[in-house]
């Protein structure tokens, strides 16, 4: 059995009780989730 494993980063407007809350939706149907800042580095800015 193979495993593929996917990074999506999303950029969402939404206050740090929300992000958890989708994060726990996300867990509960067996996705792997992780929530972080983003890395300064990896931040594109809008013109």
């Known amino acids: 059995m193979s ?9 969402v407007n939404a206050d740090l009780p929300t992000l ?5 939706s996300l867990r509960r149907v067996g996705y792997a ?4 800042e983003p890395d300064i580095t ?5 013109a």
């Open 33 to 36: 989730v992780d929530l972080r």
């Open 3 to 11: 495993v593929a494993w996917f990074r999506i980063d999303l950029g």
């Open 20 to 24: 958890w809350v989708v994060a726990d």
């Open 42 to 46: 990896e931040i594109r800015w809008a």
